[in-house]
């Protein structure tokens, strides 16, 4: 007598493999309406002290790279990375504001991405993340992209 295969169970080990899927995060996509410039070394020394008001660590290092902007907006999302103790760096995401000779002198933390987050905080660093990509910066996570 030959023996029995399950050949439900043979059928079911070949197909399900090929069902799962991969999330892939979309490429950053320029908004059209948007202008991008470098900070200037005035805006930048500005922006650390106010967006350091947010940070527990006062000798917290940003690094800052090109605003994105829509001309004429008083405000502007702004991502970027922030190095404070014992932190490494990680993703921030802001609202900058101009002040009244047109420079982004003041702005706001709204969320810090922890590096080693998990759970609730880990799904919290997936919307910041699509924050940044939408509004033109791409992810900056310097642990890579975030799954949903």
Known sequence: MGTKIAWPLLVM????????TTKVEPPA???????ARDLSATEKQALTHSLSRTLKDAEAKFQFGAVKYE??????????LVNSKN????????????????????????????????????????????LCVAAGYGNLSPVGRVRE
């Open 87 to 130: 932190s490494g760096n990680q993703m921030f995401h802001a609202v900058l504001k101009l002040d009244a000779k047109g420079q982004y002198s003041s702005g706001e933390i709204d969320d810090i991405m922890p590096n080693d987050a998990t759970g609730d905080r880990l799904q919290k660093n997936a919307e910041s993340q699509k």
């Open 29 to 35: 996509v320029e908004r059209p309406n948007l202008s």
């Open 71 to 80: 001309p004429g907006s008083q405000t502007t999302e702004y991502c970027g």
């Open 13 to 20: 080990a070949f197909f399900i493999p090929s069902c799962t």
